[in-house]
């Protein structure tokens, strides 16, 4: 046996694993189907399709979270407030989605808790944390045992201010736990130590919504591995399965961010430090930004419909996978997602149930990808998927190849879309962006993004199905905390002071993770004074002074003119307001090293079919392991791995780097 890392990410179709060898950098890989009803089923399956290994460590990427806020699968959540503050939720924000769009009118959807469902606590606290009213703990016991005799068993808790003083709020967790102990319960000084009540109060009601869920997924799948193991997080770190369990939140992005991470790491290495990341899968994609080898980081996120004021790196997800259903609308136009197909049943052309067309299903009709995936373990039905696609062709009125083309560029074209929101729409030119596309359906339509964005070049990593997974290994245990300071005339010993209670809390939480000497990184939220939203800047370490506060100033207002074209640099009318201090608790690991000539050396062999790109051509089928570095491939070419397959368009060249990325290239 030999000592490896894995990684397990669990996707909508398929959960990917990779295994790094600690001794030799040697990378394993392979992919099961997932098991939506319980992914811990498809999570075990495929550590044991690796073999008998020495298991030095697992870090795990989940969509349970995901998954339920996306469903909408809430019930039996409560929430407590302060008194004369219950509709919080009801009054939330001005914005309207889409500026009404085209429609006349707009139905405000249903909070995350009806109003009904909402209690009040008496007690108040002032802005700066001091009490104005004391803790109501009688009425506080009428609240506890109200929700104890209705079973709402999930219970948020968001006081005033309490931001500035967790007090009240932790006074409340204690009459909980005293007159109802069967409840889960968050508490907003816990989740989110943040100003703007709306989004707290949401954030931390998400919190407490997927904690049940999470804590019996992991509950379940530590006592089947029988040993400890890691789960990723969305703002790019780890964190122990049972810390995790604690702050659920965090995980709601934990896939994308592994992929997002994985990827930016295996283009710095090829010499590619700003780039585009997309990972395709089944259900659907995921586009990053990568600047200077950073993804972008956000905390005005959301997942579903719920904001969450979490700091998560900045992904914008659109229902276009291998698995995504194509249908016709009302007026009779071709539309495709953002519903999918999933693993189960899966797309017609696997014969497991699927009754309508996908993505893969016109994928296999042009004959773009081979009659199997992972190597023949799931064979594709060719007739099926012919059969489903001249059906719906004929209803709308097109040929069966045209219906399947158009498949395909409807797709491309909402993947375009969510590349634009993330560069054009945030002052990015999407030309400057190579892109680095991976996952099991992302490489597919690499040529057509190119055409459509005028990409300079696409980046398809090697085993681009398992980026995600690979990228688990490469990430640090991270924690994230914030306190709200808002002022004009920053007092530095009080910012000192602050940051100082940060970096202890994140030590002693790193160090139950093992980790004696952590690094701790800050930053500061800052705005214009008058301005609704702010700029986070780093902020550096080492004591704070005059020039520490020039120099975050400084990087604030070169922050602010990239972003907005504009600055108030020496300018007394428009003052800075400095709004939230941030620390940053990192533990560091040792990443595994990219090698180079990643596949075993195989021999070519020859073969082709009849591809039909713009028309059917006799094309080459190349397996990636046997294009050594330097090798130049040109369209049309289909270029097969084991869990992702290339179609290299007429017109397009393929060349393989050192580090067996292939970079496609319009000729």
């Not at 904001?307 to 609308?329: E, F, L, N, R």
């Not at 696997?350 to 199997?372: M, S």
């Not at 062999?605 to 090798?631: C, N």
Request: aromatic residues 6%.
């Amino acid at each position: 046996m030999r000592s490896v890392r894995i990684g397990v990410d669990t996707g909508g179709t398929f959960t990917d694993v990779v295994a790094v060898d600690e001794e030799t950098g040697e990378i394993v890989t392979t992919k099961t189907p997932s098991t939506p009803a319980n992914p811990a089923d498809g999570f075990i399956a495929g550590i044991e399709k690796l073999g008998e290994l020495d298991v030095a460590g697992i870090v795990h990427g989940t969509t349970v979270a995901t998954n339920q806020l996306l469903e909408d699968r809430i019930a039996g959540l409560g929430l407590i407030t302060t008194e004369g503050f219950e509709y919080i939720l009801e009054i939330g924000r001005q914005s309207v989605p889409d500026g009404y769009g085209n429609s006349y009118f707009w139905v405000k959807p249903s909070r995350i808790v009806p109003v009904h469902l909402v209690k009040t606590v008496g007690g108040r606290l002032d802005h700066q944390g001091g009490e104005v009213r004391p803790f109501d703990e009688t009425q506080a016991v009428e609240v506890a045992r109200w929700y104890r005799s209705r079973g709402i068993t999930t219970l948020g808790v968001c006081f005033l201010h309490s931001y500035a003083n967790p007090e009240h709020e932790r006074r409340m967790r204690e009459v909980l736990a005293r007159e109802f102990p069967e409840a889960v319960v968050s508490l907003s000084s816990d989740v989110l130590r943040e100003y703007r009540e709306y989004e707290r109060a949401v954030t931390t009601l998400v919190d407490a919504a997927v904690k049940p869920g999470m804590r019996a997924y992991i509950a379940n799948l530590s006592s089947r591995l029988g040993r400890p193991f890691s789960v990723m997080k969305s703002n790019g770190g780890v964190l122990s399965a049972r810390e995790v369990v604690n702050q659920p939140i965090t995980t709601v992005l934990s896939g994308p961010a592994a992929g997002a991470l994985g990827a930016a790491l295996i283009a710095a290495t090829a010499g590619h430090r700003s780039v585009i990341t997309l990972d395709g899968g089944g259900t659907s994609t995921d586009v990053t930004v990568v600047v200077d080898g950073d993804p972008s980081v956000t905390t005005e996120g959301s997942v579903g419909r719920f904001p969450c004021k979490i700091p998560m790196i900045d992904i914008v997800t659109v229902g276009a996978g291998g698995g995504s259903i194509a249908w016709i609308s009302p007026e009779g136009t071709l539309k495709v997602g953002p519903r999918s197909a999933g693993a189960d049943p899966g797309p017609i052309c696997y014969r497991r149930g699927g009754t309508e067309v996908t993505v893969t299903d016109a994928h296999v009709y042009l004959r773009r990808i081979p009659p199997h995936l992972l190597g023949g373990e799931i064979p594709l039905d060719y007739d099926a998927a012919r059969m489903a696609v001249e059906a719906l062709a004929d209803k709308l009125g097109l040929t069966p190849e045209r219906t399947a083309a158009g498949i395909l560029e409807i797709s491309a074209f909402n993947q375009s879309n969510a590349i634009r929101q993330l560069t054009v729409k945030r002052g990015l030119d999407v030309r400057d962006f190579p892109l680095v596309t991976f996952g099991g359906s992302g490489p597919l339509l690499a040529c057509r993004l190119i055409d459509i964005l005028d990409l300079p070049a696409v980046i398809v990593p090697p085993e681009p199905g398992n980026v995600s997974a690979f990228g688990l290994l490469t990430v640090d245990v991270k924690n994230d905390y914030v306190r709200t300071y808002v002022t004009r005339d920053l007092a530095l010993n009080k910012a000192a002071q602050i940051f100082g209670e940060l970096e202890s809390q994140a030590a002693d939480e790193l160090e139950r993770e093992g980790f004696d000497e952590p690094v701790f990184a800050r930053s500061a939220d800052l705005r214009y004074y008058g301005q609704a939203y702010e700029v986070r800047v780093p902020a550096p370490a080492g004591p704070l002074d005059e020039d520490w506060l020039r120099e975050v100033t400084g990087r604030f207002h070169d922050a602010h003119e990239k972003l907005y074209g504009y600055a108030y640099r020496d300018d007394p009318r428009h003052a800075v307001e400095w709004v939230n201090l941030r620390v940053s608790g990192i533990g560091p690991i040792n990443r595994p090293v990219i090698r180079r000539d990643p596949y075993p050396k195989t021999e070519p062999v020859e073969a082709s079919r009849r591809v039909i790109f713009d028309e059917p051509h006799d094309t080459p089928i190349l397996q990636r392991a046997a294009l050594e570095a330097g090798a130049a491939v040109h369209g049309p070419a289909v270029i097969e791995e084991y869990g992702s397959t290339i179609p290299l368009h007429p017109g397009f060249t393929a060349t393989v780097d050192e580090y067996g990325n292939v970079e496609i290239r319009r000729d």
